[in-house]
């Protein structure tokens, strides 16, 4: 993301322009973005003018527009961000007030203005626009019959293709069948890979299964490359690097971005650290379960008697409606800092995000055991 | 669907009162599966509907002595009538009558088949493609499909009693060799008449099983599991081969294509590996099948893959299974790497028992690498004697034979070596599978059968194949896939290539459906009754029990769910409470987190609908396992499905 202007008073208020210029710019605007917030950018609004004859015809123009947002959807297809919202600000095309839709996408510049900029934001913002960025990762997680084509970068785990066909088993006298429609499946994830892994960009390409499956899909790749004499792959061979997983489902792709050997070669990525951070979270509760909480009310306790030393906490409590609710989620995490503490702020698109939320969407490691939080029945909240 | 909601009220307990008496004297309390549990790993004998046979009940009462003496008459009796003609429970009747005297038993047995000359008349040989009208008097269509199984001699009609010679009886079964029926064209379609007939008179499935059951050697589903490379493919494929169910021509090709791999050693496990990739890689990878016989029993095989990767697949595999067959590898070293955690000796044993098997036939493997050692073989039998107990096998179904399936001592026939004679006079393996109990089947609940296959069969048709859980299924009969809950008509029946007309619950069949899209069918679904379907939910309660696991589980964790041939991602939602191992007392509501060994009640969401059954209606469709990582983290019984 490119900052163009960065405008905020003491209290906090003001606005600040950005440039989005990678998919993952998206996310961060998907995050950065609250309702009730204000977002000014171009737009593009269908008028429709009357001729002399009475005939209507109806042009496009370019307009710029400022709407306090109502409502955020995340196209993580198309990356792209739909906000939804009234009118503020006179306009030759749109009345005061009137509903419009917002489309924010790649290149096209936005002002957000908040009331209020909190530290959660800011940190947004300022890991936004960092240029160092890690390298762009493709993963292929499959199993006999069911594959799943990923692409991982820092802070989004996109499933972009999802193979599932059903392959005959081998049957006594009857091996063709399977064996035919095995490589019909090698086929159409070989097709998947060639067309959503842009090679230009993608440093490594992780491919994940139990068995055989990976070795038996790569070579079915690898041949048909010659065959085809398809320069991309032959290219780009020594991209590939093939992982053991036990499964082919989405979730499997932690225990690949757990796998030192694909660690050392993608370096220290947020995916994998936030994997480490959760596992080390289920060691704790394992082996000193007084040292390990999860839950809004066992970790606000144990954050009062300045016990955290790691705080796990997902982004998606930071979107959430209600500010108050948001505002308290953002005093944790300043003041788990404040005594000192680690903050992690887990990506809700990576597969270890999407278990934190499940698991409450905040969780604690602590400095000494606190037992007398056990006793204490946390989850009576829930049903 | 709301008859299920009031299931949480229920006293679990109650549900399960009858596998007290199973497991009660066999589990103390520091038991790995401990007796609360012990309705994981429920008892296939045992779990018939009370309502099916009344007359088990008097056998359940036995004491272990008479039951062991009841069994021996029963055995000793099918042998001399070459096959069980008789329902097993008038077996029982008349053997209890005359107080375990075969003899007796067997007098009495044979006069009573001359006192009802009514079922003779409709005998005498039969060609064997024919269709036998019943007696019309009974309105009760009496069908011998044409060459139903290979070995079934005597399906579908009774034997005269001037037959009943017993040296004439065992000439027939004898002389029908299984490769025999082979070659014999099959009827594929149903004569027009018998489908009107059927829909006529909807005949009591129990009869009907009765009927086209009652006669013939009892079939039994065995799964073989052992840690990879404890030579179960070998062994196997050894037997086949002594028992002559492998061309010899075939195998002379095996040993000359593995020689020329360097793979000599694979030559047997070729028979049943068969996929390219399995062979040059040398291990199994999916459940191989295979039939053979023993003197009373019809045997359908299932090789299952040792290595960790194909756990899935062999938990289909012992899904379908009414037996085990579990294969150890004596050589030094070898045994205890298997069976060491991480081994999967132990893994597979506990997934087996999880899922319903109890008997255990345990071949101590490879004992020519150790001179037929007797000391080894005792040293084996103790390690496994003490963890088998603890996974919930009881000591008297689990047999130890000793063997070598590279040089086929001890498999079909009595040992030759001499170092092995020495010190064993017990059964050959073929003989300790024959003395497997043949579980009852329970035919009259409705139909359910879970997929496992898809594939395209002949023409334009498709065909789906998988274990006949419950119930039957006749050919036109109308059935619903589910979760989909699509309808489509069976074309046609058949088991092992061989058509049927009817096929009952512990079946292996193929379904030929029509009316319905391929690619609207897929592994896992369950084909069921339309009138009394399955339930279909994303969301529901299991009982588990929690076994080794590195982390403890959380809500929040994902699993990947096992149901019969599903395989389905899961996140465990809910930690509802934990429960007291051995008395299944509430320990703690909302625990934060299950360790190991510990016994829960948990939430379990799929993303997609899966159909499914309250394990007290259904056991069969109500057992489900979770595996995380590689690993079975537990075993469950759903109690409560969320419409
Ligand atoms: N010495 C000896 N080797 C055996 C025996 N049974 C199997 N093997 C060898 O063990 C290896 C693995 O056998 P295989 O049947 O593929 O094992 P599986 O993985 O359990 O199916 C092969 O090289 C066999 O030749 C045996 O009884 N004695
Ligand atoms: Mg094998």
Redesign the interface.
């Known amino acids: 993301m490119r900052l163009v202007d960065k405008s905020i008073d003491k209290e906090g208020e003001g606005s600040i322009t950005l440039i989005p210029e990678e998919p993952e710019d998206m996310w961060h605007a998907y995050n950065l973005i609250s309702e009730g917030d204000s977002v000014r950018s171009t737009t593009i609004r269908k008028v429709q003018s009357e001729s002399a004859t009475g005939s209507s015809t109806s042009n496009r123009v370019r307009t710029m527009l400022t709407i306090t947002v109502e409502n955020i959807d995340f196209d993580t297809q198309a990356c792209m961000l739909r906000l939804k919202g009234r009118n503020i600000e006179e306009n030759q095309y749109v009345k005061m007030g009137a509903y419009h839709t917002l489309d924010l996408e790649l290149n096209r510049k936005f002002s957000l203005r908040k009331h209020e900029w909190d530290s959660v934001s800011l940190e947004r913002v300022e890991i936004s626009v960092d240029p160092t960025k890690s390298a762009d990762v493709a993963a292929v997680i499959m199993q006999e019959g069911l594959a799943h084509v990923c692409l991982i970068t820092s802070s989004m785990t996109l499933v972009r293709a999802k193979i599932d066909v059903?392959i005959?088993?081998?049957?006594?006298g009857?091996?063709q069948?399977?064996?035919k429609g095995l490589a019909k499946f090698y086929e159409n994830v070989m097709q998947g890979i060639l067309r959503h892994v842009n090679f230009d960009i993608v440093k490594c390409v992780l491919i994940g299964s139990?068995?055989?499956v990976r070795d038996?899909f790569f070579e079915y790749m690898f041949q048909m490359a010659v065959k085809l004499d398809n320069k991309v792959l032959l290219d780009n061979k020594s991209k590939f690097m093939l992982v053991?997983t036990?499964?082919g489902?989405?979730?499997?792709l932690k225990?690949v971005l757990q796998d030192p050997a694909v660690i050392n070669k993608i370096s220290e990525t947020k995916a994998a650290g936030e994997v480490k951070a959760l596992?080390n979270f289920?060691?704790t509760?394992?082996c000193e379960?007084a040292k390990a909480?999860?839950g809004k009310k066992h970790v606000e306790t144990a954050n009062e008697a300045q016990a955290i030393e790691t705080l796990l906490i997902s982004d998606n409590l930071f979107r959430c409606k209600d500010v108050n609710l948001r505002k308290e989620y953002v005093n944790l995490v300043d003041s788990v800092r404040e005594s000192g503490g680690d903050v992690k702020i887990f990506s809700s698109l990576h597969i270890s995000g999407?278990?934190?939320?499940?698991?409450?969407g905040v969780a604690a490691i602590l400095r000494f055991p606190m037992p007398e939080l056990?006793d204490e029945?946390?989850?009576?909240e829930?049903? | 669907m709301s008859r299920h909601r009031d299931i949480r009220n229920m006293d679990f307990q109650d549900d399960y009162d009858g596998y007290d008496d199973v497991y009660g004297h066999s589990v103390d309390d520091d038991y790995y599966i401990s007796p609360s549990n012990k309705q994981f790993i429920y008892n296939r004998d045992n779990s018939r509907d009370k309502n099916i046979q009344e007359e088990d009940e008097k056998e359940a009462e036995l004491s272990d002595m008479d039951k062991a003496k009841l069994e021996s008459c029963i055995t000793q009796i099918t042998e001399m009538l070459g096959s069980t003609l008789i329902p097993r429970n008038e077996l029982v009747n008349v053997i209890m009558k005359f107080n375990y005297n075969t003899e007796r038993s067997l007098n009495a047995l044979l006069e009573q088949q001359n006192k009802e000359p009514e079922r003779i008349e409709q005998v005498v040989a039969i060609p064997r493609t024919t269709i036998v009208p019943a007696d019309t008097a009974d309105k009760i269509v009496k069908v011998t499909a044409p060459q139903q199984n290979p070995l079934s001699v005597t399906k579908g009609f009774e034997l005269p009693p001037a037959r009943l010679d017993i040296s004439k009886l065992q000439a027939t079964s004898r002389s029908q060799s299984p490769a025999s029926g082979r070659g014999t064209p099959v009827n594929q379609e149903v004569p027009d008449e018998l489908k009107t007939t059927r829909r006529e008179n909807k005949i009591d499935p129990d009869t009907q099983y009765k009927k086209e059951r009652g006669e013939g050697k009892e079939h039994l589903y065995m799964v073989v599991i052992g840690h990879v490379d404890a030579g179960k493919s070998t062994l196997m494929g050894h037997l086949l081969c002594e028992l002559g169910q492998v061309n010899q021509k075939v195998m002379h090709k095996y040993e000359q294509e593995s020689k020329k791999l360097g793979k000599q050693s694979f030559m047997y496990a070729w028979v049943l590996d068969e996929t390219g990739e399995e062979r040059t890689r040398g291990i199994t990878m999916d459940v191989g099948r295979f039939q053979f016989e023993t003197k009373t029993k019809a045997v359908t095989l299932l090789d299952a893959p040792g290595h960790r990767d194909f756990i899935p697949n062999m938990i289909s595999g012992a899904g379908q299974a009414d037996v085990a067959l579990m294969v150890v590898d004596a050589t030094r070293g070898e045994f205890e790497s298997g069976f060491d955690y991480g081994g999967q000796t132990r893994e597979h044993a506990l997934l087996v028992r999880s899922l319903g098997v109890s008997q255990l036939a345990v071949a101590i493997n490879k004992l020519d690498t150790v001179s037929w050692s007797q000391e080894r073989f005792d040293d084996i039998v103790k390690k496994l004697k003490v963890f088998l107990k603890q996974a919930g096998f009881r000591e008297s179904d689990v047999t130890f034979v000793p063997c070598s399936g590279l040089t086929g001592q001890n498999l079909i026939e009595k040992p030759t070596e001499n170092e092995l004679l020495v010190w064993y006079n017990g059964p050959c393996l073929l003989e300790t599978i024959d003395k497997f109990k043949s579980p009852q089947r329970p035919v009259s609940k409705p139909f359910r059968l879970s997929i496992n296959d898809i594939f395209k069969g002949t023409g334009s048709a498709f065909c789906v194949s998988g274990r006949v859980e419950t119930g039957a299924l006749n050919v036109s009969d109308k059935v619903l896939v589910c979760p989909n809950r699509e309808s489509a008509i069976v074309k046609s029946l058949s088991i092992e290539e061989a058509s049927q007309l009817v096929v009952f619950a512990g079946d292996q069949a193929t379904v030929t459906l029509s009316g319905i899209e391929m690619q609207n069918v897929s592994v896992g679904n369950i084909l069921c009754d339309p009138i009394r379907p399955v339930q279909v939910a994303t969301k529901f309660q299991a009982r588990i029990v929690v076994f080794n696991v590195q982390v403890p589980i959380t809500k929040g964790y994902s699993v990947v769910l096992h149901h019969q041939s599903l395989v389905e991602p899961a996140v465990i939602t809910k930690l509802i409470s934990q429960l007291n191992k051995s008395t299944g007392e509430l320990e703690k509501k909302h625990p934060r987190f299950l360790g190991n060994n510990t016994s829960a009640t948990i939430e379990i969401q799929v993303q997609r609908p899966i159909a499914l059954e309250l394990y007290s209606e259904c056991k069969e469709l109500g057992r489900v396992m979770l595996r995380q990582g590689g690993v079975t983290i537990a075993a469950g019984l759903i109690t409560n499905i969320t419409v």
């Not at chain 1, 489902?249 to 499997?252: A, G, T, Y």
């Not at chain 1, 029945?377 to 009576?380: I, L, N, Q, Y």
């Open positions: 059903t005959p088993r081998k049957r006594k009857f091996v069948q399977h064996e139990p068995g055989f038996q053991h036990s499964s489902f989405k979730h499997s225990e596992e289920y060691t509760l394992q379960p909480f999860y999407e278990q934190l939320e499940q698991l409450t056990e029945d946390s989850e009576a829930e049903d």
